[in-house]
């Protein structure tokens, strides 16, 4: 089993929001979600980063339980940890207090050496005529791509 074929995306968080920034973030994780998201068995889509003491959160980020867990097993819907520096912490919280602006994670992966990284993005949500607009660019694009096959 290859560990960097892993790469959870959250396809639609670049539906929902514009993406300002991005940022790659360690996670604080127990022995048997690391063995499940190896597994590929995690939902990002529902999750929102938030501040809690200083600390930065992944909420809602479903890893379901490791199957040849016993006792040790973790709840599937926890609070978890995201590892950054001071200084990148601090920029987030400052631009996160920002109306109309959220931390929300865009992909979950493996790293190089094995760890479980999270990219999260600061992103502004969209209005309904900027979601519009994405799928009829989506749809030229498509069509583009027919045309040149032909």
């Known amino acids: 089993m290859s560990d960097d074929k892993i790469y959870i995306k959250n396809k639609k968080a670049y539906f929902e929001y514009h993406i300002l920034d991005k940022y790659i973030a360690g996670i604080k994780l127990l022995g048997t979600e690391i063995k499940s998201i190896r597994e590929g068995k995690a ?8 501040f809690i003491d200083g600390q930065l959160y992944v909420r809602n980020l479903h890893i379901a339980e490791y199957s040849f867990g016993s006792f040790y097993n973790h709840e599937s819907k ?18 996160g207090e920002e109306k109309g602006l959220t931390i929300i994670p865009l992909a979950l992966f493996i790293s190089e050496r094995g760890f479980a990284k999270l990219e999260i993005g600061l992103a502004q949500g969209k209005k309904t005529f900027d979601k ?13 791509d027919r045309a040149m096959k032909r």
């Open 43 to 50: 939902n990002i889509n529902d999750a929102f980063c938030t």
């Open 78 to 95: 926890r609070d978890r940890v995201l590892l950054l520096n001071k200084k990148e912490l601090k920029k987030l919280q400052t631009r």
């Open 132 to 144: 519009r607009e994405t799928l009829k660019e989506r749809d030229t694009k498509v069509e583009m």
